[in-house]
């Protein structure tokens, strides 16, 4: 039978459910879920659990069915897990019998009450007593063995990959504990969680291109986020020295392995700190959640054993780059024309206005992320790709910012703060000139960010750290595609 003849069929078994007054039934209580029968009764004998006929109602969905003549078997799914239940001819109505024979099918989400037995083969089951088909599935249901192997089916319709792919549900399962373990970590170091706008009237807080929508009422086009850093600093200035948000960001980029236009972020900011603080402060926090998701320092991702608890190396980006280069002389890698020349030579294309900052940056992106497969921080971004960050006191042509990488991407973003109102307004000049031009992910100015600075920041350091690549990393997940429930695909036809 083809999908279509089987929708027919379903379709014809709901038509009859309907005739019946057994359509979408709502009057089902449930007093167990599978997996903590499974956890109470695990040391019960068949000869125990014979007499003292313990009474359950389960509810869930029918993923595997065993018809034997007058009697079946059926794997029944709740959100804990699987329990077998036993279904004969002789311990139902002939009207649940028959409803559950003639018109259920692998999918169809059911109620099944019954007492607890072992089989022969010592497996833990219901013997139902009472039998309710409580939603009927009109769709074919994938197979419990081969699961859903379309990728692009899994992406576009993740509520069936749910159904028929357990390492699915454990990977969403494990994103809800590593946002929680970040939750604890902060907030038992004094951070006040917060919430900002996800609407702006001036896109900023990121080098990035906005999405716009407009707002009928008030008249004016509005963004979508891409960062909520500068509201961040506001509150800082406001006087919560230490705040943290987990929410979503939104840029108007491609898709790739890496990249989905709406994203997870935690940002953080706290007073009296500096970007080394907060170094310090990334490991402590990366080690505290993979302690917590794996209950070692140690994880496997890909090929590699990543270790959490060593020392994570330092390198400032002149530095990796030299390396990458086979350049001794820091002299070399200062010089644009011999940057441009190497990038060249590794086929690293470069736009025109590029200045030196961007090309060793871009340099950096091809050649050494990739490499950075152990816990690793680089350090001394250039001021030029680094807008709001605090200049650095002995060399101006670098930003106190540091980047935290592993598994060969880039998980997190920090610097010490720029809180100089003026530096701050310059710089903004210089994005605007550069949105002039036609970068569209160059900065708008903000002048009320430009008033609250001159309010005063206190000296403080901040940090984004992708919520969505922390999860790849602790499910060894190679896309972001597969950590997001719904990931954004280009439309297709219906």
Partial sequence: MNDRDEVAVRQRKLARLRELGEAFSNDWSRTHFAKDLRDEYVNSSKEQLEQDQHLVALAGRIVLRRDMGRASFVSLRDVSGTLQCYLRSDSLSTEEYTLFKELTDLGDIVGISGTLMRTNKGELTVQASEFKLLTKSLQPFPSKYQGIEDQELKYRRRYLDLIA?????????????????????????????????????????????????????????????????????????????????????????????????????????????????????????????????????????????????????????????????????????????????????????????????????????????PTLIQPCFIVQYPVEISPLARRNESDPLFADRFEYFVGGREIANGFSELNDPEDQAERFQNQVQRLKRGDDEAMHFDHDYITALQYGLPPTAGEGLGIDRLVMLFTNTSTIRDVLLFPQMKSVNP
């Fill in 165 to 369: 792919n357990e390492s699915s549900r454990k990977v969403f399962e494990t994103r809800t504990e590593v946002i929680k373990s970040v939750r604890q970590f902060f907030d038992s170091r004094g951070y006040l969680e917060v919430e900002t706008p996800m609407m702006h009237p001036i896109p900023g807080g990121a080098v990035a291109k906005p999405f716009v929508t407009h707002h009928n009422v008030l008249e004016m086009d509005l963004f979508l986020r891409v960062a909520p850093e500068l509201y961040l600093k506001r509150l800082v200035v406001g006087g919560f020295e230490r705040v943290y948000e987990i929410n979503r960001n939104f840029r108007n980029e491609g898709l790739s392995t890496r990249h989905n236009p709406e994203f997870t972020m935690l940002e953080f900011y706290q007073a009296y700190a500096t970007y080394e603080d907060l170094i310090a402060l990334t490991s402590e926090l990366i080690y505290d959640v993979a302690q917590a998701m794996c209950q070692t320092d140690t994880i496997r991702w890909g090929d590699h054993e990543i270790c959490f608890s060593k020392e994570p190396k330092v390198l400032t980006m002149e530095e990796s780059v030299a390396l990458a280069l086979g350049v001794s002389q820091t002299s070399d890698v200062r010089d644009e024309r011999v940057l441009r020349q190497h990038a060249s030579e590794h086929n690293i294309s470069l736009a025109k206005d590029l200045g030196w900052g961007g090309v060793l940056n871009e340099i950096f992106e091809a050649l050494v992320e």
